[in-house]
């Protein structure tokens, strides 16, 4: 019953298969072998648009390096103030950037709103020579609260952002998250809704560990390569990183993985809808569960052995972060049901 | 009439005559000249405690150098979320510091709170690998919106910020017009509150360009040497730096220069309160004055040749900025308020 | 017949093993997993002192952390000229030193001499503010020749170092090869000749993709784990870095691998040693040989398919170089020697 | 008798007179003032085509920010081994690139071969994501040997650096004095050989502290306001830095000042010239004389209170460095050179 993270859990076995294969002979090293050399092509056609795609190992260094493409040093990047890269990421914005500024804004459910975003840009920066230059938009999607951006919210942002001389960049840690929740496409979430850059996460998906930044805009990639190298994301055998992504595309296993997790989440939640006292603190759209619990109920859980973080404390009581990944099954979030109805009494 | 800035007005006779007085004879390069190794005994003295001294030209070197020297790349330094490090430095605190992550908080008339600022540090983000790790808290003395922490405001907030393991820097730009602004010295405002490192202004307060970084806990000093000269603000004729400060302290000049520029901002706030239709911002501690001007008024003032910045519009009205130089005189200040009374009708 | 590099080489069955182990079940994430945390026993065990590890996945992340670790960004750096750190990182050190100075000096066979060590050294530079402070010495074992330092050697050079208030490090991309070639221990090679950390190398040796940060003062590690953090190299699923690391030091399996490629390296060089007309232009210690190849040879040896780089000009003909992976078998290497013969005519 | 660099000088008369005229009155900060905004067009106007000037205060700031504009934080910079930039500035350079490489090549008094920097271009580095990236190319006029690069000798350096895709700085802290060094104009010595931004110095030349970043392709000239001010360079007083720079090209002072400095140099080597046991080290070019010095000729001058630096022992003896400043006289030359003959016996 480890419901810590999505990265508690393993890689799946397609993962393990593809990297089995992808052993076998030699290959040129750092990118110049097949299975790297067709991403570019595989992701092209997911996304129905022309991509650059660049491999790399986490999710920080994809937001990071992806951020670095499209914000100077002298710049400034806006995004949620929960954001992942303005609070778990140990700087490495502001490293890769060389230094350029964060700043995050509020937004309820983990969501920013073009209200907030419109009101953070009008303050007369751009051109003026004592003002970081306000230069990327970053949304999470799906965000660290569990929700999702729909497109039309996606595209009212990056309209304001561009509209503002930003780039959009896309924290998609859990893209496929995002995109097996809705009806809408990866294209519709992405470049068709004007985000510019995608960290496409896998790990927390089911890969070992990879990641890939994909560019819509190619002309932003063009120091892409020497970024990566400098900040030692560049992989000798690369071909290990590429498999991964690769396996991930085919039959379209990102997905299936992504609509389990979904549906454990969505499970979850409806369970815990059936257990007097445990609230449900922002909408279930994703594959996490933010739920209130009394603390009988969190002694109990934790007494049966289930792991799983604190994450709030609002004032009206704590909320808990329950991630379901990958392969979690229907039984296990059974179990964790049982235990907490148990503790409930 | 020009209010713009205080860096709008040039420098004070006293400093012309010290330059000048320094410019005899050769002198060693780099700081090792007599009047710049006399500088940690001036202000030791001035301030009843064992400084470290390095001048520097621009108070943004000042405080970014100040910040690197008290924060970590994978550090974070909390600030008011107006302040001038924040806002007006073009990254520059991010740039010395090899990537700082800059945490803006809000507060009331420019000002932090001891509550505001204990909420952002118990995030538990000390000793977590994910996070920025809480470093230094920065204190604009005086503020942005012109007022003033008292010793005691500085002292619990340097409180929370030692318990919480950050160090504390003053951006003193304005130093000398808190200093003047009330009963306590320089001593109570700084070292004696918590302190442990000031960026001592002078260009504001009538030096041609001359701030000091003064350390209170001469240990944290170790690499400014390198830094300095690193950032490019090791001056080759230090003399002519350090001569401008050393006659700032001669006879009390810098806090007589302020003491009038205080004044004139009283007056100017005191004929403002009499004129229909004129608010103060708000309070007026220093030697700047925030009023919000009828557009009628503004307008007729502009008619009449008078400077001045619109500063914000928070929805009652439009905020103008007035500051007073350290050589405005009474005469200066009846003629701008003259021209308001006229513009009033 | 592909001798490019290690790194064309796969990973061993061994290693992908591990993987499948570690895969069972879940772990806390981010190195709090029982592989991870068990890795300071595991090389301390090793090296028969205290050491603190932490996985990476690249060699140039590992080099440039470390480096960061013992240089701040006002320190410069002392290293072949040729080395990986100074040619090959794109300027990774420097990334993260935050723009530490790196300063190539040179040496035949790939190795510096302590004479050239103590020139750099004598130019004054410790602790003036003008100057580059003299911080780290970085040795590379084996050395980009395919030569390796001995004990003797590096501790000549370590005390040159030491006494100029340097630390040192090691790039040990291909430390298992110079372990390997001679008498001497991992701790003689290291610790005990003088090294204060060293980039442990992994993959090129047989792994997916592992490094480890081994530091053998404690001390120097206080900021690692942000600093890895905050340059994208904390992995998620740490236990799959972890694994492939302790996999080599189970049963000795990093040296048997690396025993192989040194053997199969001392092979080609014999049988080349035979063949008129082609020349061995560095003593072959470890796993590379570089060697001077006549045109006829060079391109007979490409028509039958043979891979391999071409090195270096130095005026009496072209240097190829041909790198043994830990797979290469005794029949790869005749298969290539046969061809160099045929061509040889 | 302080020989011991131009900067043990103070100011010249005219510039204090300048900076005087220039306290008159209030004016617009940062840049907006008339003196300042009238920069661009006397230094078009001395150059003979279109300039972008940025004042600074010292020459570590404007090469560095030069060098920052050229070269991004991937790239390499080629530059002689004992430059200022790459010995003298604390890793300015590398700290506003953002981590570029620093790469000093060798080359007899003090200047660069069209040979060296070749052979140094040839590595093919330049597209290879492993590599720093070929980017700019920085000459020192005059160098730090007192001598100057020929117009000739800049085109030759200047168009393989071109052809090999860098730009091209010159740091001229002691310009003036390579200009009336010879029959060459300032657009001989920079644009019209190739030259694409210029450090232009006058503190060594008699200002206080002012030196000028002039770009000679606008384009480049993009993001200075930004880079400058995110180092803490913008000065607020900036009239005050405006000035100097006006009053040196006035009635051609700094042409003035150098002629000077250069004559007194050259009186120097003349005269040394006839002490037995004295050598000259390198070509006297500008305002600077490298002597080798018997220790009994140094002791007597030294006991006499002539202040001079030592530079280097070749193994031939010991080199001193005498630079003679702008504000120098004959007599004081003169009672240098009778100390070193009443020393020489």
Redesign the interface.
Known sequence: M?F??D?????APEI?AA??K?????????GADDISRDLDRRFSSLFGTDCRVFP??????????ALAAIC?????IYCHEESHI???????P???????????LAGSDGKLTPEVLARALSLGWRGS?????PSALSLTQATEAGTIYSPAEITALARIAHDGGLHVHMDGARFANAVVAGNASSADLTWKAGVDVLSFGA??NGA??AEAVVFFKPELAE?F?????????????M???SAQLAAMLENDLWLRLARNANARARQLADGFATIPGVRIAYPVQANEVFALLPEKIRAGMAADGALFHPWSDDGNGAVYRFVC?FDKTEADIAALLRSASRAAG
Not at 94 to 104: I, R, V, Y
Not at 225 to 237: E, P, Q, T, V
């Open positions: 480890d810590r993270s990265n508690i859990a393993g890689a393990f990297l089995q992808a052993n076998e002979g030699t290959a040129a090293s750092y790399v190992a986490t999710g920080t260094a994809a937001n990071a390096l100077p040093s002298h710049g400034a303005q609070v778990d990421e140990c700087n490495a502001e490293a890769f950037t060389g230094g350029a500024k964060m700043l995050g020579q004592h003002n970081p230059q790990t927390k070992l560990a120091s390569l020497f970024r990566r190298k400098r900040a030692g994301h560049l992989f000798s055998k071909r290990f990183l990944a």
